[in-house]
């Protein structure tokens, strides 16, 4: 990998006895689109204003492009305005009292770009977010969705070595969201641009980064690509944040290589024989999949793949059908196309697919 | 674009800001907290000013031993109490028809209001000696033509008098201005919710939106009260003449005396300081926190009683209360300066303008005039300075001492202009600071701008937490250094505030008395005092002219600036 844009090296941010960003180290790739995903209050907003120079870390250090920007051990604080970041808040924080260009113009003005220069920059900025013509418009006369391009114009408008985006599309309605969405992708593939974006919203992640990672109390729970994160969670928490999970409780048995999953009621799961060494015989063990992972089959002869179920209660959403079962003592949503159906009350079978299955110690 | 270069980090202690932060606190405790540290220590001191300080507790004994010193107090408290009463009842009903009702000319009504509230309060006690006094008040002279009346029917040299012209000065229109805005914000969602829930008007004012606001009209009550506790300038004209004294005017008499009693002053002073912390303690205790979040409902309410035929008796009570309150003594005031000899309608020649030659043919008015002006202006200009800089810092999160810096600029709420006065005079005297602020018009301007703190302080704060951090931080990651951000982004868009924040305090600059009152000197006199010396030397014809000049010039600089200035009400 070519040297890291943005790094954090162990960094740690307080807020009196409460602990924001606790140790938290990762680094930007050129060109690669980052998300902090979590939710409220897991400290990914923190982390971006620590890298924006708005937050004075309390420890270890954030580094842009080999040059530490902040490193409290060494008296280093470049302050936000040396960073060269550009950032789009959730506000877009447009001033009202400047026009869409002066908005735009703004960071140029600041580094004393020459007139003819800096018109050339703004409108193609301007034409960039397809905002070509709003100019001379008031900042404030603008719509949600304008205004949210003219916060991205205006931190395009010069090369910031890193943009950051603070939770940018989440005041927009759904269909705006939705092309605004596809709209930033694009544009940051074809600048090659650096980003590192926060959001709440686990689809948003999923189709705009490069890598994810996943907060949770001011730690990063898992840093991955997003079919690692979403296919292979490393804790039930990111299970479950990324969307809907199927989980399981039992106890773990060998029998030779292959591993089961012994529950209460004395039933059996194979859960394949990839995990040797991980897991001790006897032990409690979560299993995590994703529901369409599970299929649901007519109640027959039980393959080692596969458990007894019932159906409690059936949900037709359209386009599938999602079933309430009981498996093992527990209720379990799962879904299945609209062509084979079970009513409720039905005995059925669950079937897993052991290589789409996480296994996970249950955290005592 | 794939390796940027980021030039040699520029090393910065991180604590810079912290130290610009203490910077600011140890300002204001300096400013704020040393006058009444230095009234304190000086209440035991036994030696004239300027002599070697002895200390003792003669002050506080004879303070204490004169039965008037504990009378004043209480009868600071007995009148601030008294017009109380009558006052809130007025400025709620007031408010109630301009905010709640369908009253014909309510907006009429809702401008007589704010433009009353800046009229000076001395001026009008002036007025009002025109129209009562027993000798020559024309309310008195034309009772005595009716028959079966012999004698005066009006006395304002009474306590009941004081109480009278209170309700005329600052005793409704403020509270209307801060009542108003209240009265309006109870959230249209909170009383249409009990009118579809099948309460009528009334139930739902009763039942809903009187205890929705009952805290603030609570606030509004208690700020009052304690300001009504340093009222001086009526007890002044009204109550000194015939020995009602509230503590204002003691501790000037005091100060009157040959020799000055500054000693005795500064113990009645020390006094009403301990009983005024006692009560802004429980004032705290009983209303911190509920000022505001009771009143929170969504979108201003449009549902208004309609009163009938009764709109246009409504508007008639209030334009007749506002006609005999205001325009009756303002006119009394005119007719008084044009007057050869004020109430002698039977010369020859009853009208002249000859106090007005005499008024612009006296040196000491252009010397006075031009004290004003250099006085007030540096007191706008310093008020819009350094209250920016405070709700700057209150608003900033980052500021950690932010309460005690606040507790701070509310000080002068609590502390009367004539107990910071006598504090500073204290401090001015016994420091270096002599030379440049003792009997200077830039003294003046220090005492003048610590008065204006807590609304000043309070206004900045609310426009700076209006704005939010969000777009002061979008240009400092663009790149603006503080300074340029402050210029381009924070400057324009609290302007309007700062606008109005300076005519406000130019306007209280030009007309306050009580503060000014100690430490002004022949050479530092400003108008407002020339008006108190003209009115105790007996040219009530000549005060009167220079009363309606100050009125006219404060009228006229809030009419100009009635696009910008607002009472700063909102944020009390």
């Given at each position: 990998?070519?040297?890291?844009?943005?790094?954090?090296?162990?960094?740690?941010?307080?807020?009196?006895?409460?602990?924001?960003?606790?140790?938290?180290?990762?680094?930007?790739?050129?060109?690669?689109?980052?998300?902090?995903?979590?939710?409220?209050?897991?400290?990914?907003?923190?982390?971006?204003?620590?890298?924006?120079?708005?937050?004075?870390?309390?420890?270890?250090?954030?580094?842009?492009?080999?040059?530490?920007?902040?490193?409290?051990r060494?008296?280093?604080?470049?302050?936000?305005?040396?960073?060269?970041?550009?950032?789009?808040?959730?506000?877009?924080?447009?001033?009202?009292?400047?026009?869409?260009?002066?908005?735009?113009?703004?960071?140029?003005?600041?580094?004393?770009?020459?007139?003819?220069?800096?018109?050339?920059?703004?409108?193609?900025?301007l034409?960039?977010?397809?905002?070509?013509?709003?100019?001379?418009?008031?900042?404030?006369?603008?719509?949600?969705?304008?205004?949210?391009?003219?916060?991205?114009?205006?931190?395009?408008?010069?090369?910031?070595?890193?943009?950051?985006?603070?939770?940018?599309?989440?005041?927009?309605?759904?269909?705006?969201?939705?092309?605004?969405?596809?709209?930033?992708?694009?544009?940051?593939?074809?600048?090659?641009?650096?980003?590192?974006y926060?959001?709440?919203?686990q689809?948003?992640?999923?189709?705009?980064?490069?890598?994810?990672?996943v907060?949770?109390?001011?730690?990063?729970?898992?840093?991955?690509?997003?079919?690692?994160?979403?296919?292979?969670?490393?804790?039930?928490?990111?299970?479950?944040?990324?969307?809907?999970?199927?989980?399981?409780?039992?106890?773990?048995?060998?029998?030779?290589?292959?591993?089961?999953?012994?529950?209460?009621?004395?039933?059996?799961?194979?859960?394949?024989?990839?995990?040797?060494?991980?897991?001790?015989?006897?032990?409690?063990?979560?299993i995590?999949?994703?529901?369409?992972?599970?299929?649901?089959?007519?109640?027959?002869?039980?393959?080692?793949?596969?458990?007894?179920?019932?159906?409690?209660?059936?949900?037709?959403?359209?386009?599938?059908?999602?079933?309430?079962?009981?498996?093992?003592?527990?209720?379990?949503i799962?879904?299945?196309?609209?062509h084979?159906?079970?009513?409720?009350?039905?005995?059925?079978?669950?079937?897993?697919?052991?290589a789409?299955?996480?296994?996970?110690?249950?955290?005592? | 674009?794939?390796?940027?270069?980021?030039?040699?980090?520029?090393?910065?202690?991180?604590?810079?800001?912290?130290?610009?932060?203490?910077?600011?606190?140890?300002?204001?405790?300096?400013?704020?907290?040393?006058?009444?540290?230095?009234?304190?220590?000086?209440?035991?001191?036994?030696?004239?000013?300027?002599?070697?300080?002895?200390?003792?507790?003669?002050?506080?004994?004879?303070?204490?031993?004169?039965?008037?010193?504990?009378?004043?107090?209480w009868?600071?408290?007995?009148?601030?109490?008294?017009?109380?009463?009558?006052?809130?009842?007025?400025?709620?009903?007031?408010?109630?028809?301009?905010?709640?009702?369908?009253?014909?000319?309510?907006?009429?009504?809702?401008?007589?209001?704010?433009?009353?509230?800046?009229?000076?309060?001395?001026?009008?006690?002036?007025?009002?000696?025109?129209?009562?006094?027993?000798?020559?008040?024309?309310?008195?002279?034309?009772?005595?033509?009716?028959?079966?009346?012999?004698?005066?029917?009006?006395?304002?040299?009474?306590?009941?008098?004081?109480?009278?012209?209170?309700?005329?000065?600052?005793?409704?229109?403020?509270?209307?201005m801060?009542?108003?805005?209240?009265?309006?914000?109870?959230?249209?969602?909170?009383?249409?919710?009990?009118?579809?829930?099948?309460?009528?008007y009334?139930?739902?004012?009763?039942?809903?939106?009187?205890?929705?606001?009952?805290?603030?009209?609570?606030?509004?009550?208690?700020?009052?009260?304690?300001?009504?506790?340093?009222?001086?300038?009526?007890?002044?004209?009204?109550?000194?003449?015939?020995?009602?004294?509230?503590?204002?005017?003691?501790?000037?008499?005091?100060?009157?005396?040959?020799?000055?009693?500054?000693?005795?002053?500064t113990?009645?002073?020390?006094?009403?300081?301990?009983?005024?912390?006692?009560l802004?303690?429980?004032?705290?205790?009983?209303?911190?926190?509920?000022?505001?979040?009771?009143?929170?409902?969504?979108?201003y309410?449009?549902?208004?009683?309609?009163?009938?035929?009764?709109?246009?008796?409504?508007?008639?009570?209030?334009?007749?209360?506002?006609?005999?309150?205001?325009?009756?003594p303002?006119?009394?005031?005119?007719?008084?300066?044009?007057?050869?000899?004020?109430?002698?309608?039977?010369?020859?020649?009853?009208?002249?303008?000859?106090?007005?030659?005499?008024?612009?043919?006296?040196?000491i008015?252009?010397?006075?005039l031009?004290?004003?002006?250099?006085?007030?202006?540096?007191?706008?200009?310093?008020?819009?300075?350094?209250?920016?800089?405070?709700?700057?810092?209150?608003?900033?999160r980052?500021?950690?001492i932010?309460?005690?810096?606040?507790?701070?600029?509310?000080?002068?709420?609590?502390?009367?202009?004539?107990?910071?006065?006598?504090?500073?005079?204290?401090?001015?005297?016994?420091?270096?600071?002599?030379?440049?602020?003792?009997?200077?018009?830039?003294?003046?301007?220090?005492?003048?701008?610590?008065?204006?703190?807590?609304?000043?302080?309070?206004?900045?704060?609310?426009?700076?937490?209006?704005?939010?951090?969000?777009?002061?931080?979008?240009?400092?990651?663009?790149?603006?250094?503080?300074?340029?951000?402050?210029?381009?982004?924070?400057?324009p868009?609290?302007?309007?505030?700062?606008?109005t924040?300076?005519?406000?305090?130019?306007?209280?600059?030009?007309?306050?008395?009580?503060?000014?009152?100690?430490?002004?000197?022949?050479?530092?006199?400003?108008?407002?005092?020339?008006?108190?010396?003209?009115?105790?030397?007996?040219?009530?014809?000549?005060?009167?002219?220079?009363?309606?000049?100050?009125?006219?010039?404060?009228?006229?600089?809030?009419?100009?600036?009635?696009?910008?200035?607002?009472?700063?009400?909102?944020?009390?």
């Open positions: 990998m070519a040297q890291a844009v943005l790094e954090f090296r162990d960094v740690l941010k307080r807020y009196g006895d409460y602990t924001a960003v606790d140790r938290v180290s990762f680094a930007l790739a050129p060109g690669e689109f980052f998300t902090l995903l979590g939710p409220s209050g897991c400290g990914k907003t923190t982390t971006l204003r620590l890298a924006a120079g708005l937050e004075e870390p309390d420890d270890g250090e954030i580094v842009l492009s080999g040059n530490p920007i902040a490193a409290p060494r008296g280093i604080l470049v302050p936000p305005d040396k960073r060269r970041m550009g950032m789009v808040f959730q506000s877009y924080a447009i001033w009202p009292h400047m026009t869409v260009f002066e908005n735009v113009a703004f960071p140029l003005r600041v580094r004393g770009e020459s007139a003819g220069a800096l018109k050339k920059k703004v409108l193609d900025a034409e960039l977010v397809g905002l070509g013509g709003f100019e001379a418009r008031g900042a404030t006369s603008l719509s949600g969705g304008q205004q949210q391009r003219v916060a991205l114009a205006r931190a395009l408008s010069y090369t910031p070595a890193v943009l950051l985006l603070d939770e940018p599309l989440s005041n927009l309605d759904a269909k705006l969201r939705e092309q605004m969405r596809f709209e930033l992708r694009a544009l940051q593939r074809r600048l090659n641009l650096t980003v590192l926060v959001t709440h919203d689809s948003e992640a999923m189709t705009l980064s490069d890598r994810i990672a907060m949770r109390q001011g730690k990063i729970e898992q840093l991955g690509n997003p079919v690692d994160i979403y296919e292979r969670p490393a804790t039930a928490f990111v299970g479950d944040f990324l969307g809907r999970t199927v989980v399981l409780d039992g106890a773990l048995k060998k029998t030779g290589d292959r591993l089961f999953l012994e529950f209460a009621g004395g039933e059996r799961l194979s859960v394949g024989e990839n995990h040797n060494g991980k897991f001790a015989d006897g032990e409690a063990i979560r995590v999949c994703r529901p369409e992972d599970v299929r649901i089959l007519a109640a027959g002869p039980v393959a080692p793949t596969e458990i007894t179920a019932r159906v409690n209660e059936v949900a037709y959403l359209g386009d599938h059908l999602e079933y309430t079962v009981g498996a093992c003592g527990r209720s379990i799962v879904v299945a196309g609209k084979e159906r079970y009513p409720a009350g039905a005995e059925i079978r669950l079937a897993f697919d052991p789409r299955l996480t296994l996970l110690h249950i955290e005592s | 674009m794939t390796t940027i270069a980021v030039p040699a980090a520029p090393r910065i202690k991180i604590s810079r800001f912290r130290f610009g932060e203490y910077g600011a606190l140890l300002f204001f405790a300096v400013v704020m907290g040393l006058p009444v540290v230095f009234l304190l220590i000086s209440s035991f001191n036994i030696s004239p000013p300027s002599k070697e300080a002895v200390y003792g507790l003669d002050n506080w004994v004879r303070a204490f031993s004169d039965p008037g010193t504990l009378g004043a107090l009868m600071s408290f007995l009148l601030s109490l008294t017009y109380l009463i009558p006052g809130m009842t007025l400025s709620i009903a007031i408010a109630w028809l301009i905010a709640r009702t369908d009253m014909t000319g309510r907006g009429l009504v809702e401008f007589l209001c704010w433009f009353a509230y800046f009229v000076p309060d001395f001026p009008l006690v002036l007025a009002w000696i025109l129209l009562l006094d027993p000798n020559f008040g024309f309310l008195n002279t034309a009772a005595k033509a009716m028959p079966f009346v012999d004698g005066p029917v009006f006395n304002p040299y009474s306590f009941w008098g004081i109480v009278w012209v209170h309700l005329s000065t600052g005793g409704v229109w403020f509270k209307v801060l009542l108003t805005p209240i009265f309006r914000r109870v959230g249209a969602t909170l009383e249409e919710a009990a009118r579809v829930a099948g309460a009528n009334f139930t739902v004012l009763r039942r809903v939106s009187l205890p929705v606001i009952m805290p603030a009209i609570l606030a509004v009550a208690a700020l009052s009260f304690i300001r009504g506790l340093e009222s001086f300038n009526t007890e002044l004209l009204l109550g000194t003449p015939v020995g009602i004294y509230v503590y204002a005017t003691r501790i000037y008499d005091y100060t009157r005396h040959e020799p000055a009693a500054y000693g005795e002053a113990a009645l002073g020390s006094v009403f300081l301990v009983v005024l912390a006692i802004a303690y429980f004032y705290q205790r009983r209303l911190k926190g509920k000022k505001f979040t009771v009143v929170t409902g969504q979108g309410s449009t549902l208004r009683i309609k009163l009938g035929r009764w709109r246009y008796v409504a508007l008639a009570a209030c334009l007749g209360y506002i006609a005999v309150m205001m325009f009756l303002l006119g009394f005031l005119m007719l008084g300066s044009v007057m050869r000899r004020y109430g002698f309608f039977h010369l020859r020649e009853p009208f002249s303008l000859i106090h007005w030659q005499n008024l612009f043919g006296d040196p008015f252009f010397i006075a031009k004290n004003s002006l250099v006085i007030a202006a540096i007191t706008a200009v310093a008020a819009v300075a350094l209250y920016s800089t405070v709700g700057y810092l209150l608003v900033s980052k500021v950690k932010a309460p005690a810096l606040e507790m701070l600029t509310w000080m002068p709420w609590v502390v009367p202009g004539i107990l910071m006065s006598l504090g500073l005079l204290w401090m001015f005297l016994a420091t270096p600071l002599r030379s440049v602020l003792y009997g200077s018009v830039w003294g003046i301007a220090l005492a003048l701008v610590i008065k204006e703190s807590p609304v000043c302080t309070q206004a900045f704060k609310a426009a700076f937490l209006q704005l939010g951090p969000d777009l002061e931080e979008a240009a400092r990651v663009s790149g603006a250094s503080w300074t340029y951000m402050y210029r381009k982004v924070l400057a868009l609290v302007a309007p505030i700062a606008v924040v300076g005519f406000i305090s130019f306007g209280n600059a030009l007309t306050s008395i009580s503060t000014p009152v100690l430490l002004y000197s022949p050479q530092s006199r400003p108008l407002a005092i020339l008006l108190m010396e003209y009115s105790f030397s007996g040219e009530v014809e000549r005060a009167a002219a220079l009363g309606l000049l100050i009125t006219a010039m404060v009228s006229a600089m809030m009419l100009v600036g009635r696009k910008f200035v607002r009472p700063l009400t909102g944020n009390l």
